[in-house]
């Protein structure tokens, strides 16, 4: 599809005759495709660029006062990527692989320029800029999907927390014994305990016989119901309590084991709540 406006292409080049032979060459098999603005220096380019809407950049190697890979490197931390030719007075491997490090699509030798060599580094330029900002696209939506999967695990953290927080004020309230069978090891010798509350973030286990050492990770067993295997789960020590037990948070419980632990706390506090006095 034909462009209806012309491009805007900032043409930097310290020398008036080479910008005037590049504005001829590249003007060559499209005229009037073009509109230059033309600039000396790197600091004229980069307030060329910063002040008007611009397409294209043809920018000379070296300037006074700036490579062009500075340049380069300089417009692309402040907008969307530019479609960049760099012209070289002679043959500098070094100085095109910085440019095209920064991010220019082509580097021509000021020498060998031809009409059709900056037709077709425009071209490749402009496909070069599509690839970039595709890239610089996919970067910002990954880097927004992290921010919120962050969000979202910390609101999750939170919200475990503030209920575990509600467990542990209700343990401070008062004991109620449990009716789930429970053993816990450490070092794999397994004792036998009593359950003092129950919840899917953590248990208060109590008549102990041994306190394991504060942030130890246990091998806890549960009997959450008759005729079936016990619940196996692994828990890190958070605190003693004042009753000689110690309470535990679950580490890493699956889906299905969330819901077992919910269910057998529902019914023990049920079944306890029925119990006659």
Known sequence: MQRETPVQVVLADPNARDRERIKRLTSMYTAGRYEFREAATGEETLHLIGACPTDCLLLSDPLPDMKAAQVVSSIHRERAPLPTIVFGDQSDPAAAADALQAGAASYLEKRELTAHAISSAMQDAFAHADLLRLQHEEHERAARQRER????????????????????????????????????????????????????????????????????????SMQLLEGVAPLRLRAEVIRPTESGGFEVAFVRIGRRDKILLRNAASRARRATKNKPS
């Open 149 to 220: 999967d962050e969000a979202q695990e910390q609101r999750r953290q939170e919200e475990e927390r503030k209920q575990l927080v509600a467990v542990q004020e209700q343990h401070r309230r008062g004991l109620t014994m449990l009716d789930v069978p429970l053993q816990w090891s450490l070092g794999g010798r397994w004792r036998d305990a009593s359950v003092c509350d129950l919840s899917t973030l953590g248990a208060r286990i109590e008549d102990v016989g041994a306190l394991p050492p504060e942030g130890s990770i246990l091998e806890l």
